[in-house]
């Protein structure tokens, strides 16, 4: 005679549903159709170019059937082939062609793009500029996204980074030749190149300068075990203080230290400048990475830790062979999650005069000049997602060799 069990007790857990080929062949099969739609309506009902006698004034939109014909409507052929091959068999091998197909269509977009804003101010006066409009925006984000979810459906190592490749080199021969030109973002890159040059610089110096001052202040704070209470809530009360406002109470913290300590200034300190941008973007930087070293160090369980004292370890040769290999993945996981945010919090240093990217676009800001924002901030962006995209693969790479 079988003895009931109590409800829950020696009885299997119920395993996590997780999405199966099925399940991602059928999201695929609606999901394809409803971007290929999305992408003919913003393609052809709204305007993909703006064009205005100067870069402050409203400009006049253009729409696809006045400016690129036969660019357009190849771009669009091409989606809707890629969503019908996805729809019939969403197989691997139609991912990579979908992918193709797909980063074809932005390569002829991009172009058709440029060729019509050249012929658009061709013969107005120089001031006049041909802006990119919501329908370009659009279409060229879906694309991009078309793109990224196919490369990740075909599942083959290095596509999606092989792609970016090929397209970054055609477009590049393309602006080489002078075929994006016409567009009002070329402009103002070509008039300001060496400004965004040296503005990368400065911003990688702020990020980096204060993602090793903050990777050192959490190490320090990781050794003072027992105020590790107080250590969460400083750590954690500054992520609520808004940037500009710790910004501000740096540079008047700065200016009182170096009137009372002038030599400071012989070190190269200032009250604005890189200084006080560091210490504020690293005082941000400090959650993620102050909680990602405890998490890393916690990480072998108890039991491999007794048996790493029993075989005589001292606590410096179980931190080194023991707790730190363990907890590499989740120590690059907060790099990560850091590099990243000490991309972002560096832009608002140039409010205190610490340059970089952010210079350009408050500048743009200042100027009422969208292109001259965009000029600014898709350095930004880029730099975010290679960082992000790097970091995150050696993550993984970690956790594989840690299984």
């Known amino acids: 005679m079988s003895v009931p069990l109590p409800e829950g007790e020696g009885r299997p857990e119920p395993r996590a549903r ?48 006045r400016s690129l014909g036969p660019e357009a409507h190849s771009a669009a052929i091409l989606v809707v082939a890629a969503a019908l091959m996805i729809r019939a068999l969403p197989s691997r091998r139609v991912a990579l062609a979908a992918a193709g197909l797909l980063a074809t269509a932005l390569v002829v977009l991009v172009l058709g793009l440029g060729g019509a804003a050249a012929d658009l101010v061709a013969g107005r006066p120089p001031a006049a500029r041909a802006s990119l409009a919501a329908g370009a925006w659009i279409t060229l984000a ?64 702020i990020a980096a300068g204060a993602l090793l001052l903050a990777g050192l202040g959490a190490v320090l704070l990781a050794l003072w075990r027992r105020g590790q209470s107080l250590v969460e809530a400083l750590v954690s009360g500054v992520q609520v203080v808004p940037a500009v406002a710790l910004f501000g109470a740096l540079v008047a913290l700065l200016a009182g230290l170096l009137r009372a300590a ?17 210490l504020g973007v690293a005082a941000y930087l400090l959650l993620p990475l102050w909680r990602g070293l405890n998490r890393a160090l916690q990480a072998p369980d108890p039991a491999m830790l007794d048996a790493a004292a029993g075989l005589g370890l001292t606590r410096t040769q179980t931190l080194l062979r023991v707790r730190l290999p363990i907890g590499v993945p989740i120590l690059i996981g907060a790099v990560r999650v850091a590099c990243v945010q000490s991309i972002g919090l560096a832009t608002l240093g140039a409010l ?10 408050f500048d743009g800001m200042a100027q009422f000049a969208p292109d001259l924002i965009l000029l600014g901030a898709i350095p930004i962006v880029a ?13 993984a790479a970690a956790r594989r060799r840690r299984a």
């Open 352 to 361: 205190i005069g610490a340059g970089g990217l952010g210079r350009i676009v």
């Open 262 to 278: 002038p030599p400071l200034r012989d070190l190269g300190l200032g009250a604005l400048g890189a200084t006080p941008a560091i």
């Open 18 to 65: 997780v999405a199966g080929p099925r399940a991602l062949s059928r999201a695929a099969r609606i999901g394809a159709p409803i971007g290929a739609a999305l992408f003919l309506a913003a393609l052809y009902g709204l305007p993909l170019l703006s064009v205005a006698k100067n870069r402050l004034a409203l400009g006049d939109p253009v729409y696809a059937a």
């Open 142 to 205: 879906l694309l991009v996204g078309g793109i990224v979810l196919s490369s990740r459906r075909a599942a083959l190592p290095g596509l999606g980074a092989g792609i970016a490749a090929v397209v970054a080199l055609v477009l590049s021969v393309a602006w080489r030749q002078g075929v994006l030109d016409g567009l009002s973002l070329a402009v103002e890159f070509r008039a300001r190149r060496g400004l965004v040059v040296a503005a990368i610089g400065e911003h990688l110096e």
């Open 383 to 395: 730099l975010a997602l290679a960082v992000e995209r790097v970091l995150g693969r050696a993550e």
